[in-house]
């Protein structure tokens, strides 16, 4: 409703999961940058379907809200669950995000495959993924799979990590427009419109790849 009546500036919360909980407030021309680098990246058009199974209170599920309204999404909403129902029997997500823990959940159940084959891309964020999930996820071939590195800071992910379908283990490799770089104690220094073209310093220790790609 707020962002229909042209709101200028939107409140972004931390979900508390490496510190106390604060407040981001973001520019709407900001969060359209945002969501116009993921459109770009997955071609998301308008009438895709995308799945939202995230607290739309916090960053990954605002988001996914914000991109369905921007874009002219559908989306299909349903309340936060470590299994979470879609709406439609055999309908098709262009996209959708999961917690590590809705993932493992996911694949844990006999049907897990039919399951994930309704979405083309998901997003795994909000908390790190362990070896295990990693390693379940390796030989899915029947939709992507990425780990996503970002914060709300950044109004979620800065860069993304193919986790399905591969045998080694990938870096994160950043979105267009967006730059990285290390400082001198290897953390993470990020830059671009989500952080209003000034260097963001992390706290994050990284190994640097190359000027787009590193390994956390």
């Given amino acids: 409703k707020n962002w ?6 939107f409140e972004f919360m931390t979900s508390g999961s490496t510190g106390k909980p604060k407040s981001n407030l973001f520019e709407k021309e900001t969060i359209i940058s945002s969501i116009e680098t ?22 990954g ?3 996914m809200i914000a991109r369905a309204i921007h874009l002219g999404l559908k989306a299909y909403v349903v309340p936060p669950s470590n299994l979470p129902l879609t709406q ?3 309908n098709f997500y262009k996209l959708t995000a999961f ?16 399951y994930l084959k309704q979405f083309q891309n998901v997003l795994i964020g909000g908390a790190c993924v362990n070896a295990e999930l990693r390693s ?16 709300t800071e950044t ?30 104690n290897d953390c993470l220094r990020i830059k671009g419109d989500v952080t209003n073209n000034k ?8 190994e640097m790849v190359n000027d787009d790609s590193f390994f956390f």
């Fill in 38 to 59: 993921t459109a770009k990246y997955f071609n998301l058009q308008k009438g895709d379907n995308i799945f939202v199974c995230l607290n739309t209170l916090y960053t």
């Fill in 155 to 184: 109004l979620s992910h800065i860069a993304l990590k193919v986790i399905s379908n591969v045998s080694t283990n990938q870096p994160f490799k950043s979105l267009p427009g967006i730059e990285i770089d290390s400082d001198e």
């Fill in 61 to 63: 599920g605002k988001m």
């Fill in 99 to 114: 917690v590590p823990s809705q993932l493992y959940t996911i694949l844990k159940s006999p049907d897990y495959e039919n």
């Fill in 88 to 90: 439609k029997a055999n």
């Fill in 136 to 151: 379940k996820c390796k030989s899915i071939h029947y939709c992507n799979i990425y780990e996503t590195f970002g914060m």
């Fill in 199 to 206: 260097w963001f310093e992390t706290k994050d220790v990284v």
């Fill in 4 to 9: 229909y009546n042209n709101q200028k500036a």
